[in-house]
């Protein structure tokens, strides 16, 4: 008889962990697992005094504050910030993140905080991916959920390049404390590029609108995404494109170089973003979308796509440099800007950013401007009072 309940009992237990083992795996099912040496902790700008004067007051220019300093192992998973005043008082674009894992020198992470929550231009707008959003009211919660660990140490830092103070600083920054960090974990990465994209000698020939359009066999001028060295996966950009012409924008394809070995070569720039058909369409997925379009004629303006790799992360094991022309053949005057984001097998020092003078935005054209331009062309035809603007 116990011989019998002994087989029976370990029937049992070989049923359970076998309908265990097949229980789906999910972000939900996740929660509810039990985790063992881990300890949630945070560190914000409340009111030390026990008030509600909640912030960090008067970051003066050139000014930098430590929003944590962290010893130990851990992973942040959610950063929380806002701050006063407005961009058109204060530019997003001149505060700029930097952050440091491990006791390195160099920043792993080094890009305006505008951008690198999913704003550009110094404007302040609503939008929503699964790593980043910025939130109600107006666009004015930034928020990261990206996961960020380090085995010694965590630092991160804001800097004022502003020529006027922060009034109020705002922020949460919440982390696991663990008693060790698994040794597979990478190290979170981010870099700023921004460039005024020239023209070439035949014009902005976009849709062989002016003649026979060129070919871009190779990619060497294509606007730069990220240039890395080492080993990890990419993990998504943030796209900011302003267009000074009604054309289409979008005929770029992004060229990305795995290894020195590898090319995905893409089909066009709303392609890549997971869109079709030259889009104006303001859109949130988890994982891409448009977080701001344009509100002038054509693809005139600013345009803010995004794409995370959250399922299809891009891997590499010696190197990743992540391209996209500007137009087909590089032909487009374009004012681009862009974040990446990226995890390697240790944290390394990003490359410099562009400096505060060339981060301005360019000056906005619109209809104004065009008409100025269509005036301008019929001087240039004599002024004749019938002309239309096909002659």
Known sequence: MKKLTLLFASIFLLVSAQGYSQMPESELTGLAKIKSGAQSKRISSYDRSGGNDDRYANIQPGEELVMADIDGAGIINHIWITIAPPPHDLSRNNIILKMYWDGEEEPSVLSPIGPFFG???????????????????????????????????????????????????????????????????????????????????????????????????????????????GKGQFVGVNYFVDNPSPMWYGEGDDMIFIDDEVTLHGTGTEDYFNTSWAPKILFSHPYFGYGRVNDESGWLGRTHAFRFHIQDPLYFNESLKFTIEHGHNNCLTLDIATVAYWYQDEAVGVPEIPGKEARKPMPHIGAVEIHKWRHEWRKSKGSEPDLWGNE
């Open 119 to 229: 704003q550009g231009w110094e404007e302040e707008y609503a939008w929503s991916s699964l790593p980043l959003a910025a939130g109600p009211s107006g666009g004015k919660a930034l928020t990261s959920y990206f996961a960020m660990p380090f085995s010694e140490n965590a630092k991160i830092v804001i800097e004022n390049q502003n020529d006027r103070p922060i009034d109020a600083f705002y922020y949460y920054v919440d982390y696991v404390d663990l008693e060790e960090l698994p040794e597979d974990m990478g190290r979170f990465h981010a870099w700023y590029n921004k460039e005024l994209t020239e023209a070439l000698e035949d014009g902005e020939n976009e849709w062989g609108v002016l003649g026979p359009q060129e070919e871009n066999p190779d990619g060497k001028e294509n606007y730069l995404i990220a240039d890395i060295k």
